[in-house]
């Protein structure tokens, strides 16, 4: 079945700092992938998404390429900031006519001054 | 003003209590959905309604029993639940289409205690 595998956190970083948290899938198909963010008492926000090999998403200086070769959906930002202390999600997504996510264990960042 | 919105945020319940977890929707979705957050897990697709219609029950006991009267509301009752359903509860709805992924968007999630 489909699965997706995240960096263990928590993530460390000070302010400024560039950011990568490494996410790696494995599907059948040919997914959507998905980072989702959760903050502190919050649900889970979607941050970005792509669709289809190549594609890169981006959103509040995120960033994530789908590497079908690697099969690979990297999140990266580079100056964090302390407000973007949260839990980040990857995920992916079938071509059925819900969207099913399937999500990662998520990994804790952690920013600070 | 997340678009979804459940209630109670928090819940303590005995296991011989029933209560009920209540979502909804102000986004015009047509799919909804409950996931369960355990700490160091991945979310865990319990339910999905597709138009009303249950499409997907993930091997979730009996003691989890979902309803949806209508495509903006979904609830999930509970029924003399275990020390390990205690958990964060989430909502999520979407517009399900044919043709495009639509992405999730979630409630701030319902922190559930048994105790």
């Known amino acids: 079945g489909d699965s997706v595998t995240q960096m263990e956190g928590p993530v460390t970083l000070s302010e400024e700092a560039f950011l990568t948290i490494n996410c790696t899938y494995t599907?059948?198909?040919?997914?959507?992938l998905f980072w989702y963010v959760q903050y502190p008492g919050e649900g889970l926000q979607l941050l970005l998404k792509?669709?289809?090999?190549?594609d890169k998403g981006s959103n509040k200086g995120f960033e994530a390429t789908y590497r079908k070769e690697t099969t690979s959906f990297h999140l990266e930002k580079g100056s964090v900031q302390v407000s973007d202390s949260a839990v980040y999600f990857c995920?992916?997504?079938?071509?059925?006519?819900?969207?099913?996510?399937?999500f990662g264990t998520g990994t804790r960042l952690q920013v600070t001054l | 003003e997340t678009g979804v919105t459940q209630t109670p945020r928090h819940l303590v319940m005995g296991m011989t209590n029933k209560k009920s977890l209540k979502c909804e929707q102000h986004?015009?979705?047509?799919?909804m959905y409950w996931y369960k957050q355990s700490a160091k897990k991945p979310l865990e697709l319990m339910f999905v309604?597709?138009?009303?219609?249950?499409?997907e029950n993930n091997s979730v006991p009996s003691r989890f029993s979902p309803e949806c009267p209508n495509s903006s509301h979904l609830f999930l009752h509970l029924h003399t639940l275990q020390p390990e359903d205690s958990a964060l509860y989430l909502c999520?709805?979407?517009?399900?289409?044919?043709?495009?992924?639509?992405?999730?968007?979630f409630g701030n999630g319902t922190r559930l205690t048994v105790t």
């Open positions: 995920a992916l997504s079938d071509t059925g006519t819900a969207s099913k996510l399937t």
């Open positions: 599907a059948t198909g040919y997914p959507s």
């Open positions: 309604y597709n138009f009303k219609e249950q499409t």
């Open positions: 986004l015009g979705h047509n799919a």
């Open positions: 792509a669709t289809k090999a190549d």
């Open positions: 999520a709805s979407s517009q399900a289409s044919r043709r495009t992924i639509s992405p999730l968007h």
